[in-house]
T-cell receptor, first 107, second 112 residues
């Protein structure tokens, strides 16, 4: 069993829809990261959080430490949000990655 | 600040050839990482370093070597390339503690 599980693996939405991506992990962590990978491959950090909730523009990330679960929400989705979203957990010196969620937002 | 710079962006190797993937960061980060990303799979840790002169194996170190002689540079060496090493390689860095990770643009390596 992977230490970090993401769901769904793939998601298609219509422009304007609310999107939720889930991440569950099985290890103790110091922080959880949400990353975005666009076609073409570059990876950028969206959020790093160790408790509660963070918001940046139309993106919201939440974490429940007791349940070992995090969600990434995209409000009013737009075709430019189409990307792979990756959850990673930090423990000690390392980051362990989930398999990613491929999101396609259709106009 | 250039951030994390990886070179080359693309490379084709023949089986048995060797090469070095370069990674440099200008943020004075002490932690640096090499990952590989296979199609449809998550990033797997190859090697990491917590500071100059200190390196350690990750999940998939076989067939690779690293060195960290300076804070800025963390090259990844493939000695005898094999088709199983066809992948996209990412270098990343971050500061110690709960800090944001920064990634290079990736190196797409094909071994034929």
């Amino acid at each position: 069993k992977n230490e970090v599980e993401q769901s769904p693996q793939n998601l298609t939405a219509q422009e304007g829809e609310f999107i939720t991506i889930n991440c569950s992990y099985s290890v103790g962590i110091s922080a959880l990261h949400w990353l975005q990978q666009h076609p073409g491959g570059g990876i950028v950090s969206l959020f790093m959080l160790s408790s509660g909730k963070k918001k940046h523009g139309r993106l919201i990330a939440t974490i429940n430490i007791q349940e070992k679960h995090s969600s990434l929400h995209i409000t009013a989705s737009h075709p430019r949000d189409s990307a792979v979203y990756i959850c990673a957990v930090g423990a000690g010196n390392k980051l362990t990655f989930g398999g990613g969620t491929r999101v396609l937002v259709k106009p | 600040n250039a951030g994390v710079t990886q070179t080359p962006k693309f490379r084709i190797l023949k089986i048995g050839q060797s090469m070095t993937l370069q990674c440099a960061q200008d943020m004075n980060h002490n932690y640096m990482y090499w990952y590989r990303q296979d199609p449809g799979m998550g990033l797997k840790l190859i090697y990491y370093s917590v500071g100059a002169g200190i390196t350690d194996k990750g999940e998939v170190p076989n067939g690779y070597n690293v060195s960290r002689s300076t804070t800025e540079d963390f090259p990844l060496r493939l000695e005898l390339a094999a088709p199983s090493q066809t992948s996209v390689y990412f270098c990343a860095s971050r500061q110690q503690g709960n800090t944001e990770a920064f990634f290079g643009q990736g190196t797409r390596l094909t071994v034929v």
